[in-house]
């Protein structure tokens, strides 16, 4: 039944995302774009559909919580980040923060937990690896959120505390999440964060 739940999955994202870039290159990327708060929102699904450990159920909102209102006080205060604002593109807000960036932060958790736990490194240091997986993706992230105005820095670029910033958040997610040994789905949250790089990386290469 899990094999089969995360073959699943696995074939939702990666179709789903081909789906998107071939919209994006061949269509109208705008309208595209536009639908980024429903592919968070299947992504989201496909882990929860095929995700194996739910004693530690609570990390979900808890995870959601913390990487929302992090981004609430950094849209509001221009701390830790810098001072950027969120446009329309990613929906529904709150505190002038999109509600679904918290989900965002929970997906790219998970596929970096699982990756840096594939070192056999101690929690604290794998805590850290995950970090810096975030922060090396977000590195992809960042040119198409600006240019699709998913957000807008007053810099017109994300300034080196952003990536700080992901830095230590993100590890401080990663090593709760170690600390309470939260199982994941391994093939799933690989597959999510690939799919993720791919889509952000093919984006990259089109002209600007």
């Not at 990666?14 to 870039?21: A, D, K, P, Q």
Request: aromatic share 18%.
């Amino acid at each position: 039944m899990l094999k089969n739940k995360t073959n699943i999955a696995i074939a939702v994202l990666i179709i789903f995302h081909l789906v998107g870039i071939g919209g994006i290159v061949f269509g109208d990327a705008s309208s595209f774009l536009e639908l980024t708060p429903l592919n968070l929102l299947i992504t989201f699904g496909c882990i929860l559909f095929a995700h194996v450990d739910w004693r530690n159920w609570w990390l979900i909102p808890a995870t959601w919580a913390g990487g929302f209102f992090i981004e609430v006080v950094g849209v509001n205060t221009g701390f830790p980040f810098g001072e950027y604002i969120y446009e329309h593109v990613l929906g529904w807000q709150w505190l002038n923060t999109p509600l679904i960036i918290g989900i965002n932060w929970f997906i790219l958790l998970y596929g970096s937990v699982a990756i840096a736990r594939r070192f056999g490194l101690s929690d604290a240091t794998t805590a850290l690896v995950a970090g810096g997986l975030m922060v090396f993706l977000d590195y992809f992230i960042e040119p198409i959120a600006i240019k699709y105005d998913f957000w807008e820095w007053a810099l017109t670029h994300p300034p080196l505390e952003n990536y700080v910033a992901w830095f230590v958040v993100a590890s401080g997610l990663a090593f709760m999440w170690q600390r309470v040994r939260w199982q994941l789905n391994t093939q799933v949250a690989i597959a999510v964060y690939a799919t993720q790089l791919v889509f952000f990386g093919i984006l990259n290469l089109l002209p600007q």
